[in-house]
């Protein structure tokens, strides 16, 4: 435990240490602007208090970050719109389905590009393509594109009110944005299948063959265990790509909901405590959902015989 611990405490240590030294070189500036208008001298103690209780710093101190993730969570309901609680479900509803998304239509791909030569040759190089536009680019226009021909709502208003007696927040706006969560999920998985499932080598296909094995059996025999660490692999990079394409989407939906409308309203105002703040919930976020998937493959891995 303790060889595991020191090294990870000396460099939270060492990087409190860099961030606390470089809020007091980028927020005294304005220290020293305010005391030369009002003619008085600062001393080092008095800038370097200052430089970390700034209203709007430029680059807030740890504490004052920490201070507004309580204030955001624990001190405001979780239905208020300044609460990160809320945003932060918004976020995490169109990551969810924008990740089911994705890793469903990466998987289909991936099986039929390994079984079929012209797929392979086809939409293999389309996929690759796909990843060289700008996500910042695109998520306007797909937004735009699908308000315009109201594709927006995960369930319509009307149904929505007949299931839960009224329209959930998260899901108002919640398609575009789920499209282009899965737009940089997808092609994580596709390309982790489908090294998987080329994984087995030609002795184990030819093995199957001999037992007269039809292609669904050595797909679901033999292909798709192989893949499962590939798998596992690939969706922990494509969750966190989904929260990016979630929190990036929301930059540009109305109305302003989620971590992303968080960061982007805090820039409007010059609120940078609120930016860090959002930065920090979206990070935990990916890392308890990057994490809650390495539990899963721990447990899927252990019951299938194999190791990590």
């Not at 201070?67 to 169109?94: D, M, P």
């Not at 927006?152 to 282009?180: C, H, N, R, S, W």
């Amino acid at each position: 435990m303790t060889r595991t611990l020191f090294p990870i405490l000396t460099v939270i240590a060492a990087i409190m240490l860099i961030w606390y030294a470089a809020s007091v070189g980028m927020n005294k500036k304005w220290t020293y602007d305010q005391a030369g208008r009002a003619g008085v001298e600062v001393s080092f103690t008095e800038m370097v208090a200052d430089t970390w209780a700034q209203e709007r710093p430029v680059l807030p101190a740890p504490h004052q970050v920490v201070a507004e993730l309580y204030r955001s969570t624990v001190q405001k309901n979780i239905t208020s719109k300044r609460s990160l609680v809320f945003h932060g479900w918004i976020t995490l509803s169109a990551t969810l389905l924008g990740f089911v998304f994705g890793t469903g239509m990466g998987i289909l791909l991936a099986v039929g590009i390994v079984h079929n030569r012209a797929m392979d040759m086809g939409v293999m190089p389309w996929a690759i393509a796909s990843q060289t536009i700008p996500i910042l680019a695109i998520a306007p226009m797909i937004v735009v594109v699908m308000s315009t021909v109201g594709a927006t709502d995960l369930l319509g208003k009307e149904t929505a009110t007949a299931l839960f007696g009224y329209q959930p927040a998260f899901m108002k706006g919640i398609l575009p944005k789920a499209v282009i969560a899965a737009y940089l999920s997808f092609f994580p998985v596709v390309v982790g299948m489908v090294k998987g499932l080329r994984s087995p080598d030609h002795m184990q296909l030819d093995l199957l063959k001999t037992y007269n094995a039809s292609k669904s059996r050595t797909f679901w025999s033999l292909r798709m265990p192989s893949s499962t660490p590939y798998l596992f692999t690939s969706l922990k990079i494509g969750m966190a790509a989904a929260l990016v394409g979630a929190i990036v989407s929301e930059l540009s939906a109305v109305p302003l909901r989620g971590l992303g409308a968080r960061m982007l309203t805090g820039s409007y105002y010059g609120q940078t405590i609120q930016i860090w703040a959002a930065l920090f919930a979206a990070a935990t976020m990916a890392a308890t959902l990057v994490a809650g998937i390495g539990w899963i493959e721990r447990r899927s891995l252990a019951k299938m015989g194999m190791t990590k």
